[in-house]
Nanobody, 114 residues
Framework: QVQLVESGGGLVQPGGSLRLSCAAS????????MAWYRQAPKTQRELVAT???????NYVDSVQGRFTISRDNDKNTVYLHMTSLKPEDTANYYC????????WGKGTLVTVSS
């Protein structure tokens, strides 16, 4: 019974900040490669950020320097801290866990608009 539950989405003004959380259960979280994806209307799903079990990170160029992915293994939670948000960041954000197979959360909506 694997479960990934995202939270923290909402409406934020351009230039604002938001922190997304993804609480995992049913997996050995500490060894999972975690990632955030997003999908905006009429667009392909996009990999935003990854963090390995060794906490090395990677980001898509468009969010580099603005977003930070982190994890708290004690809480079985991965975060995406987003700053300097732009309207083009508007999307449904999904958390994933990779343990040989990739598990997906249901998503949380981020809307960046004034």
């Amino acid at each position: 019974q694997v479960q990934l539950v995202e939270s923290g989405g909402g409406l934020v003004q351009p230039g604002g900040s938001l922190r997304l959380s993804c609480a995992a259960s049913g997996i050995i979280f500490s060894v999972a490669k975690m990632a955030w994806y997003r999908q905006a209307p009429k667009t392909q799903r996009e990999l935003v950020a990854t963090i390995t079990s060794g906490v090395s990170t990677n980001y898509v160029d468009s969010v580099q320097g603005r977003f930070t992915i982190s994890r708290d293994n004690d809480k079985n939670t991965v975060y995406l801290h987003m700053t300097s948000l732009k309207p083009e960041d508007t999307a449904n954000y999904y958390c994933t866990a990779d343990l040989g197979v990739i598990w997906w959360g249901k998503g949380t909506l981020v809307t960046v608009s004034s």
